[in-house]
């Protein structure tokens, strides 16, 4: 078996998880590879320099941030993934570091389960109606306002119909997997990972009510940006961030791929999520 790592250093300073995670498969048999390009400054025995087209699965090395980055890495795309938590929360980390042992012996064994996430595709058109980006989302699109303490309009149409015109700070557009994310925070619902639905949420929706809607993933969700006194920007899982004008518009719908990812323990994610949640801003 071939196991391709995805680290980041900034989470495991010095790569000592990293190397032992490397040394582990060795011990049992598996290749570790690491793409040209990523993490140029690690060396170890037994590392293997190749592209991640040639590999079984990823292990990414780092937070949900890291697990993001790689699930939109090119040569990986079509891998299973799964994450060892080295951040301070770990949504999409399904290995604690304390388990990682146990974890790379039931990989290599192939005792997991593969669960198909929902990967949102998207588009954004200027007021010329010109393409300017087209992107993917694990977990959510967002249109929001800049620094300036200044409002936003965001109108929201499904499959053509006008839902809404929202002022305020913004909507989200997340999918099950982002809705533990910044969803959550604006007071959108907990979907559970495997569902076949969007969730549009405001953010900090200046009306008399504060609803998410939850659509079915056939959808096709257009926001377009009705007025802005200062910056508005849209990131694509926290991504870059671009910047859009009034008359700027925004397509997206459910992909037609989906990110394979890994479970091992079989877990209840309704017993291990108000975990997750109570470790919100409690550092490692």
Known sequence: MRIALYPNRDRDPGYGVTRRLISRAQDLG???????????????????RASYSTCDLMICLGGDGTFLSAAHHDSGRGLPKIGINLGSVGFLQEIDIDRMDQAVDRLIKGEYEIEERLLLTTACYDTGGHKVLVDEALNDVVIARGNRAKSISVSIDVDGERVQNIPGDGVIVSTPTGSTAYSLSAGGPIVQPGSEVIIITPICPHTLQNRSYVLCSGSEITLRLLSNQEEAFLTVDGRGGLEITTGSRVTVRAADRKVKYIRLWGDSYFKTIPVKISQRGISR
């Open 30 to 48: 598996a290749e570790a590879v690491i793409e040209e390009g990523v993490a140029p400054d690690l060396e170890s025995d037994g590392l293997i």
